[in-house]
């Protein structure tokens, strides 16, 4: 009769679920028998919300990761552009116009003779507050009132499908010289209040849709059927599940905001001197392109980076956001 192995209390025997039995080690077998959760499965496995889901996900794009370090380098250095920029963007010296790179003037002089790098630096102030301010705007507007024709339909939602239609049509730079033209001020408000009347549109056509799809679902069924009211079915169930579309198209929208404001601004309607502006500096760098490049290529090359950093960042949020692209 063959010798048997000692028992060894620290040895497990597990069946394989083939009809066989496998040694496990101590630590293993305690694995297994790990008791779980409160519902039943593994404590590690539970269930993640669209949002925390997205945010995992982020995490781990490097499309994200980056752009989102290029915004957040823009958002402190429009806060504080002193803290890279120690000159004043309207002192020039016309003894120093169209001079190149020098030491403490690494950008170079314009054709008044500021120099680049300060203007540029403190150019992105306006570029981000821009962008921001009119993205709330636009965001804020055409989610309301898109919002309430898509949950309350009828005369409301006709009326506003014709206004939107209206504001359609309207040619965004054509627009912005008619009206912009007409306002004397140097301020980024008109510039702004300009955005928001011709951008709300498109924020509301995309709530408008999210919120008919949401409103369909059966639990906002079931809670209106309990006796939730309109506005707690507007804002408790129906418009957290209807934000990411906006949110997605509101993120993408920043960066072409930012080129309207550089866009109108190039052809003199939109901000004016004495406001720096990468648009401002682009239309006067343009008449001396050959002679000094370097004046145009700067705020040129920081208004193409930062339009970049905030669609790779709304593509990287849409990718996240949209269950269909998982």
């Not at 912005?176 to 056509?205: D, E, H, M, N």
Request: aromatic share 8%; glycine share 10%.
């Amino acid at each position: 009769m063959p010798d048997q192995e000692p028992y060894e209390p620290e040895r497990a025997v597990a069946g394989t679920g083939m009809g066989g039995t496998m040694d496990l080690g101590a630590s293993e077998a305690v694995t297994l028998e790990k008791p779980p959760g409160p519902d039943g499965g593994d404590p590690r496995d539970k269930p993640r919300s669209l949002w925390s889901d997205a945010w995992h996900d982020l995490r781990r794009n490097p499309v994200f990761i980056i752009s989102a370090l290029v915004i957040l380098f823009l958002i402190v250095i429009s806060l504080w552009p002193s803290l890279i920029a120690s000159g004043s963007p309207l002192k020039c010296d016309l003894a120093k116009a169209q001079e190149g790179s020098q030491s403490g003037h690494p950008f170079g002089f314009n054709g008044q003779g500021c120099d680049v790098y300060t203007r540029t630096v403190y150019g992105a102030r306006t570029s981000v507050a821009v962008g921001i301010l009119a993205t709330l705007g636009v965001a804020v507007l055409g989610s309301v009132l898109g919002g309430l024709a898509g949950f309350f339909g009828g005369a409301w939602d006709a009326i506003l499908s014709r206004i939107t239609d209206v504001f359609f049509a309207i040619p965004v730079v054509l627009g912005g010289l008619v009206l912009l033209s007409v306002i004397t001020s140097s301020t980024v408000w008109p510039v702004i209040g300009f955005i928001v009347l011709l951008g709300w549109p498109q924020i509301s056509r995309i709530a408008r849709g999210s919120v008919i799809t949401a409103k369909q679902n059966d639990y906002v069924q079931a809670a209106r059927a309990l006796g939730a009211s309109n506005s707690r079915l507007l804002l408790r169930h129906i418009a957290p599940n209807a934000v990411a579309p906006v949110i997605v198209v509101a993120t993408i929208a920043l960066g072409t905001y930012i080129s309207l404001e550089a866009t109108l601004s190039f052809l003199g309607v939109g901000l004016k001197p004495p406001s720096v502006s990468w648009g401002i500096d682009i239309s006067a760098a343009a008449p001396y392109v050959r002679n000094a490049p370097h004046a145009l290529l700067w705020p040129s090359g920081a208004l193409a980076i930062t339009v970049l950093a905030f669609i790779m960042l709304g593509d990287a949020v849409r990718d996240a956001l949209d269950p269909k692209l998982r």
